[in-house]
T-cell receptor, first 114, second 113 residues
Framework: GAVVSQHPSRVICKSGTSVKIECRSL??????MFWYRQFPKKSLMLMAT?????????EQGVEKDKFLINHASLTLSTLTVTSAHPEDSSFYIC??????????FGPGTRLLVL | GENVEQHPSTLSVQEGDSAVIKCTYS??????FPWYKQELGKGPQLIID?????GEKKDQRIAVTLNKTAKHFSLHITETQPEDSAVYFC????????????FGKGTHLIIQP
C-alpha cells in the first residue's frame, strides 16, 4: 500500500514558539492532503484540506492564522502551529489521497507545548 | 454535513470469536465507506473499504457489509486474534467530493486470551 510519512514523530516546544510538521507521500502523488487532530481516546477531527498549489480549506472553528498549511508539491504538505500554547498539545495526523478514493494516513506527530 | 455514529465504543471478545462493529451515516449522498485500525500512538491504517455499488466485501478474516437503504454499514472480524486488539474507526464520504472523511468515534476492540 501507499506510504505517508510525517516528521517529526514527536516534538516538545515552549509556549509562544512555532512548530512545523511535514507530511510526505513517499510513493505516490497526492492531489489532496488532509490534516487531522486527535485528542486522547477520541476520534479524528478534520482540521483542513489542501490541494497542491492552492490555499487550504479550513473546517469551521479552525483558525487559519494559527494553523498554517502549505501544500507546496504533490508529495509534501506542511502544518505550522504558530505561537503554540499548551491547549495546542495534541496528536496531529496527516493523510494523502491520489486520484482515487483511498486515503492513506501518516504515523502522526505528537506535539507537547510546555 | 455528514454525521457518522459508531457502536459499541468498547467491545471485548474471546480470542477466536467474532467481533462486529456497526456504523450509521446521515448523508444519503455518501458512497464510500472505509474502515481504519489504529494502534496506540500510531496513525490509522486502512483495513477494508466498500463503495455503495456493492453490499458486501470480504478480505480473509475481515468483511464489511453495507445497507444503503438503512444507511448503515458493519465491520465483521472472524477468528479474532490478540493482534486484532486496537481502536477501529468507520468513516464515510461522498465519492468525487473534495471533502475529507467523516469518522465515527471509534471502537476499542479488546481480544481476551
Amino acid at each position: 500500500g501507499a506510504v505517508v510519512s510525517q516528521h517529526p514523530s514527536r516534538v516538545i516546544c515552549k509556549s509562544g514558539t512555532s512548530v512545523k510538521i511535514e507530511c510526505r507521500s513517499l510513493d505516490f502523488q497526492a492531489t489532496t492532503m488532509f490534516w487531522y487532530r486527535q485528542f486522547p481516546k477520541k476520534s479524528l477531527m478534520l482540521m483542513a484540506t489542501s490541494n497542491e498549489g492552492s490555499k487550504a480549506t479550513y473546517e469551521q472553528g479552525v483558525e487559519k492564522d494559527k494553523f498554517l498549511i502549505n501544500h507546496a508539491s504533490l508529495t509534501l504538505s506542511t502544518l505550522t502551529v504558530t505561537s503554540a500554547h499548551p491547549e495546542d498539545s495534541s496528536f496531529y495526523i496527516c493523510s494523502a489521497r491520489a486520484r482515487g478514493e483511498t486515503q492513506y494516513f501518516g504515523p502522526g506527530t505528537r506535539l507537547l507545548v510546555l | 454535513g455528514e454525521n457518522v455514529e459508531q457502536h459499541p465504543s468498547t467491545l471485548s471478545v474471546q480470542e477466536g470469536d467474532s467481533a462486529v462493529i456497526k456504523c450509521t451515516y446521515s448523508d444519503s449522498a455518501s458512497n464510500y465507506f472505509p474502515w481504519y485500525k489504529q494502534e496506540l500512538g500510531k496513525g490509522p491504517q486502512l483495513i477494508i473499504d466498500i463503495r455503495s455499488n456493492v453490499g458486501e466485501k470480504k478480505d480473509q478474516r475481515i468483511a464489511v457489509t453495507l445497507n444503503k437503504t438503512a444507511k448503515h454499514f458493519s465491520l465483521h472480524i472472524t477468528e479474532t486474534q490478540p493482534e486484532d486488539s486496537a481502536v477501529y474507526f468507520c468513516a464515510a464520504r461522498i465519492r468525487g467530493g473534495a471533502d475529507g472523511l467523516t469518522f465515527g468515534k471509534g471502537t476499542h476492540l479488546i481480544i481476551q486470551p
